[in-house]
């Protein structure tokens, strides 16, 4: 039985904060679920997965967010409990339902997870989604902890169904992938079937009957500002005449940073946890009992400038303060060392910075190494280009490399060197259009083969009808690679218990009317050659499925090992290093030994056995048994 399945009620847990999401929901009765899967918030969609198989709810991994979200509504508004989980960005391609499913709301209770990520740990933005909630006039929670996040996925399926509203859920990455004490509560049984109840004056958003819709929406809120104010997750603690202001993870830097400074009897602090609407009252009621106060919130001023007003609306003067040059910015993730220094510099408390420890002094001190992120030895992402690089060389072509978001961004780095456009999913096939269009060159995009699923189909449709002239590359690993080896929907090999159609990418390619197309394997590196020279000599629009299983995914699905190890010849004791100056794969390195007999050497840890270096060094062979 899956660990988050246990029917033990007061059992201690030490779960991620996107596991303890899961359990909330499995403790509000969670009857469908669907996700894209996206880093920080995939093991939601990952544990939701694992868990189906041995429960009654529904889950799917969709195409997109957007599908994602629409396949959610479709359940929600027929009374099923259901949640929709992904990044921050992904609430972006969601954001066109998301505004209108605000109108009509829902019947059964609806949690829309959105995973944010300061500091772009593995995202291209780190925009706020706390704007979300403003804009779409949704009731938003925060939580600050694994606890907090488990009991605010119950309670906002309970707030959801009261309002007839979905809630968003925003977590950030330290949330998601930091593990805490969870005390479990009784399971509900899930209701999986539900009944929709026609009434098209309420579901169907022609404008007419979007102009009321959009009035109940409205009313709805200030009902939800009522909860907020009302609501057991927005404290004010302490007694003191300083006010400290903040809201999910940051909370926990502010509460150790006044028990650090030893300020504990002069600091009360709001914690806001059910963030929009704003409690007005509740602010209120801390305005007017401080001095003057501190926002600490990571990303965008929005508490800060929701203080700001009330106390302007109520004639208030007291000094707020929080994203300026001396205080906090509007960059990156926070941490307990910064909070510490700032509170102590903006109330006057007499504060030493400790001294940064210097590994140098300390003889014993193990100096780790930097690993930069780098494609896998044997990606096959890495022969792909290395091959598309090689015929442009060999052409003395020049070309201009929009790619697209997975592991195969990492295309960037020396000596590959094959991006230079990137702004989201699905924007590859899109900005190649435009740029071989106004520009005449040679444009070669890249797109993996989930994103092609995501958004790349409607950018292909558009290409052939306005007749665009590039070269797309879809490579096709098999898998969700980067964030976690989920499926998608041309997934051939599947992990156990998957047994959904495989669709052909090809054919899908052929059926947008692309004439050219060539499927290869990028470890054959003649026939992956031959096909990006046909498709440069075309001068149409083409299409190469470069299609290979990510060696990582196969391993963990078939248990498939290496069957080929390759050393380094003797007659390698030159000055030549074009193997990692050209194709960089991490298991060739240069030998280190100063009486080496070979300039090169293969680590054999980290060769796979793929055999694409065999393909292009002839000082390269099979290793002897």
Same mark, same amino acid.
């Given at each position: ?5 246990? &029917? ?61 979200? &629409? !396949? ?85 399926? &309970? ?115 059910? !963030? ?24 965008? @001023? ?16 007291? @000094?707020?303060?929080?994203?300026? @040059? ?37 003889? &014993? ?43 195969? !961004? ?117 026939? !992956? ?97």
């Amino acid at each position: 039985m899956h660990p988050l399945l246990t &029917e033990e009620t007061g059992k201690k847990l030490l779960l991620l904060g996107n596991e303890a999401i899961v359990r909330g929901a499995l403790e509000a009765g969670l009857g469908f679920a669907t996700t894209y899967p996206g880093t920080p918030s995939s093991e939601i969609g990952d544990n939701f997965f694992r868990i189906a198989a041995e429960s009654e709810f529904y889950f799917e991994y969709s195409t997109n967010e957007k599908v994602a979200l &629409e !396949t959610a509504a479709g359940a929600a508004v027929s009374g099923v409990r259901t949640m929709c989980s992904m990044k921050h960005v992904g609430l972006n391609v969601a954001a066109d339902p998301l505004m209108t499913l605000a109108y009509v709301g829902v019947r059964g209770g609806m949690v829309i997870v959105t995973a944010d990520d300061p500091s772009m740990f593995s995202s291209q933005n780190e925009q706020d989604s706390r704007i979300y909630g403003r804009l779409s006039s949704l009731p938003m929670l925060e939580p600050a902890s694994a606890q907090e996040a488990k009991e605010m996925t119950k309670a906002a399926f &309970e707030i959801s169904e009261a309002l007839e509203l979905p809630v968003l859920l925003r977590t950030t990455t330290r949330l998601s992938h930091y593990r805490g004490i969870v005390t479990t509560a009784p399971l509900r049984p899930p209701k999986t079937k539900g009944a929709f109840e026609k009434n098209s004056a309420r579901f169907v958003t022609v404008p007419a009957n979007a102009r009321v819709r959009h009035k109940v929406l409205l009313d709805q809120a200030e009902k939800a500002r009522d909860m907020a104010c009302q609501s057991t997750f927005n404290t004010v603690t302490g007694e003191g005449s300083w006010g400290i202001a903040t809201s999910g993870m940051a909370y926990n830097y502010v509460a150790d940073a006044i028990k650090d400074l030893g300020i504990e009897d002069k600091v009360r602090v709001l914690k806001l946890g059910f !963030t929009y609407p704003f409690p007005e009252k509740l602010a209120l009621d801390f305005i007017k009992s401080v001095e003057k106060i501190l926002v600490v919130e990571e990303l965008e @001023p929005l508490l800060e400038d929701s203080l700001r007003v009330t106390a302007q609306t109520n004639g208030l003067v007291t @000094p707020i303060a929080g994203k300026r @040059p001396d205080l906090f910015s509007r960059l990156y993730e926070y941490n307990p060392g910064m909070v510490r220094e700032v509170i102590a510099r903006f109330f006057g408390v007499h504060y030493t910075l400790p001294e940064p420890v210097d590994v140098e002094k300390n003889p &014993e001190a193990i100096q780790v190494p930097m690993r930069p992120p780098n494609l896998c030895a044997g990606c096959p992402h890495r022969a792909a280009y290395y091959a598309v690089n090689s015929v442009l060389k060999e052409t003395k072509t020049e070309a201009i490399f929009p790619t697209d978001i997975g592991c195969y !961004t990492l295309g960037i780095l020396p000596p590959l060197q094959t991006a230079d456009f990137l702004i989201c999913m699905g924007s590859s096939v899109t900005s190649a259009a435009g740029i071989s269009r106004v520009t005449g060159k040679k444009v070669i995009a890249f797109i993996g083969d989930s994103t092609f699923f995501h958004s790349g189909i409607t950018g292909l449709i558009n290409a052939v009808h306005n007749q665009h002239n590039f070269i797309l590359v879809v490579l096709d690993n098999g898998t969700t690679a980067m964030t976690g080896h989920q499926p998608h929907p041309g997934a051939d090999i599947t992990l156990p218990g998957w047994d959904k159609p495989c669709i052909s990418i090809e054919a899908i390619v052929r059926a947008c009317g692309v004439e050219q197309v060539a499927v290869v394997n990028p470890n054959n590196l003649s026939k !992956t050659k031959k096909a990006i020279q046909e498709a440069l000599e075309s001068n149409q629009l083409s299409v190469i499925v470069a299609k290979a299983p990510c060696p990582l995914y196969e391993r963990r699905v078939l248990g498939k090992k290496s069957k080929r190890a390759f050393v380094v010849g003797p007659e390698c004791n030159t000055e030549c290093t074009e193997c990692i100056d050209t194709f960089g794969c991490p298991a060739l390195y240069k030998n280190p030994a100063p009486d080496a007999k070979t300039t090169m050497i293969i680590d054999e840890q980290l060769c796979i056995g793929c055999g694409v270096c065999i393909q292009f060094c002839k000082k390269i062979r099979p290793k002897k048994i």
